[in-house]
């Protein structure tokens, strides 16, 4: 377990802070104020109403600068408590799913190209031409279809599928309909985080883009030949159709739906079970069924 001065010596490397306190003992764990106690890490994110004060000799409180009166003990002052907090978490407390790295019931076909330091969990499938970047992990029963480009850092979660065939038909005379192969594959820059149960469908001719730094939840859809932009957020249940376009730090809310080809700017922030049938430009917030604008954004 780190000492709370491992702790402010590794926030200090991210970000300025101010640290006081007596900061010599053990952190064991990483909880909420609300179970504060010694040997614990917690932060406060906003100025509290009233008198409250949080006062534990032993226990680590990270807070913003306006709230910093109301820790009386040991604290780490910064701008951004709640990412330092994240990070804490990520390096000491996080989840270990115990996935270390190739599993052996993995199924990866010849031709498959795997970075360093990857983690691959149980039944997993990776078809051929498939690449996976330096130090991604792909939680249990991931499907990688071929051609599909993983970049390092990502995690991907359970039971996604990446890289299947997208939805193209044909309709033909009689009652008969033909299948249109999509061999384009899909790109995922670096630090994606995809959720459990995902879709993202290869695209036509060119891949399907997810670029870097993009976080998506738990069942999302992604068709064909969609697009999204570096840093964006995609939450639960997310329906983006064939061609759609979600520009740079975009928030897509959850059970939103964007219809086939159309595009979202940079910027823009699109409410629960909104769906979007036409266009839009960049910084604004869309609701509605049709989605319409209520304001900028920013």
């Known amino acids: 377990m780190p000492s709370a001065r491992e702790i402010a010596d590794f926030v200090a490397r ?6 006081s306190g007596d900061l010599d003992f053990e952190v064991e764990r990483a909880v909420g104020l609300s179970a504060l106690e010694a040997n614990t890490v917690s932060f406060l994110k906003r100025r509290p109403s009233g008198d409250d004060r949080f006062e534990t000799p032993d226990a680590l409180i990270l807070t913003k600068p306006e709230a910093a009166e109301h820790v009386i003990g040991p604290r780490i002052v910064t701008d951004n408590p709640r990412l330092a907090f994240a990070r804490i978490v990520a390096n000491w407390f996080a989840v270990d799913w115990g996935i270390a790295g190739i599993h052996p019931t993995a199924q990866i076909a010849a031709g498959v190209r795997i970075g360093e330091d990857v983690r691959i969990g149980a039944n997993c499938v990776i078809a051929a031409t498939a690449v996976i970047g330096d130090r991604t992990v792909l939680h249990h029963g991931v499907i990688v ?4 480009e993983i970049g390092g850092d990502c995690i991907i979660r359970s039971n996604c599928v990446i890289g299947e065939e997208g939805f193209g038909v044909e309709e033909l005379p009689n009652d008969r309909t033909f299948r249109i192969p999509h061999i384009g594959g899909v790109r995922i820059g ?3 985080n995809i959720g459990n149960l995902n879709s993202i469908s290869a695209g036509t001719l060119g891949p399907t883009i997810i670029e870097d730094h993009v976080q998506i939840d738990n069942l999302v859809n992604i068709a064909h030949n969609a697009f999204v932009g570096a840093g964006s957020l995609i939450m639960p249940c997310v329906m983006m159709a064939g061609s759609a376009r979600v520009g740079r730090r975009s928030y897509i809310g959850c059970n939103a739906s964007i219809t086939n080809g159309v595009s979202l700017g940079d910027d823009c922030q699109v409410g629960l079970g909104a769906v979007v049938i036409r266009n839009f430009g960049d910084n604004l917030v869309l609701a509605g069924n049709p989605a319409r604008i209520l304001r900028n954004r920013r």
């Open 190 to 192: 670096n630090h994606v």
């Open 145 to 148: 279809g071929p051609g599909v």
């Open 14 to 19: 991210y970000e300025p802070c101010e640290v």
